[in-house]
């Protein structure tokens, strides 16, 4: 059981905005500010969307933003588009038991 | 740029030991503020963390694999490396190393990932 919980699947139309949710505890999504969001398309690899609660890496969309208010971050795609669809995931910096934890994953489908 | 490749046999037996390294190209591992991890994700799964080395040597584990995990470095090769013993198969699953900004504590550069299958 991952520590973090996603939603198991959001989905949207194009145009529309998206939010993924990831709650945890004050040990880790509450407590530090050190929550990344990261975007897998099927057979491939995680990339970076989100570190540090709300910042975009360089070459991520600003259709990408990320936020958090208590034990929940969020990760919010604004004018959804096809290419959109992946599983997200969300990880966290926490005290309990490992230094890193992530989220079960959601996955996004555009209708 | 920096990149990962992951190399090891994609076929282990169970109970024996699971042995995967990690080549850091465009950079030298031991050149600024950042952690090696190791994560895996079996099919149709999520994401599952199991360990990391700094540059110092130092190291972190995840519970879950129960000390049978070891994570180590090699400067001179610009290498780190798993091994997992004592493998069965709930072990079998797509293992990738990750670069772990030391500042963001975020996964920024993947390695493409190795298919590693447990099985007599």
């Known amino acids: 059981q991952s520590a973090l919980t996603q939603p198991a699947s959001v989905s949207g139309s194009p145009g529309q905005s998206i939010t993924i949710s990831c709650t945890g505890t004050s040990s880790d999504v509450g407590g530090y500010n050190y929550v990344s969001w990261y975007q897998q398309y099927p057979g491939k690899v995680p990339k970076l969307m989100i570190y540090e609660v709300s910042n975009r890496p360089s070459g991520v969309s600003n259709r990408f933003s990320g936020s958090k208010s208590g034990n929940t971050a969020s990760l919010t795609i604004s004018g959804l588009q096809a290419d959109d669809e992946a599983d997200y995931y969300c990880s966290s910096y926490t005290i309990i038991r490992t230094p890193v934890v992530f989220g079960g994953g959601t996955k996004l489908t555009v209708l | 740029q920096v990149q990962l490749q992951e190399s090891g046999p994609g076929l282990v037996k169970p109970s024996q030991t699971l042995s995967l390294t990690c080549t850091v190209s465009g950079a030298s591992i031991d050149s600024g503020t950042y952690y090696w991890s190791w994560i895996r994700q079996p099919a149709g799964q999520g994401l599952e963390w199991l360990g990391r080395?700094?540059?110092?040597?130092?190291?972190n584990y995840n519970p879950s694999l129960k000390s049978r995990g070891t994570i180590s470095v090699d400067t001179s090769k610009n290498q780190f490396s798993l091994r997992l013993s004592s493998v069965t198969a709930a072990d079998t699953a797509v293992y990738f190393c990750?670069?772990?900004?030391?500042?963001?504590?975020?996964?920024?550069?993947w390695g493409q990932g190795t298919m590693v299958t447990v099985s007599s």
């Open positions: 080395i700094y540059t110092t040597g130092n190291t």
């Open positions: 990750a670069r772990e900004s030391g500042d963001s504590l975020a996964f920024d550069i």
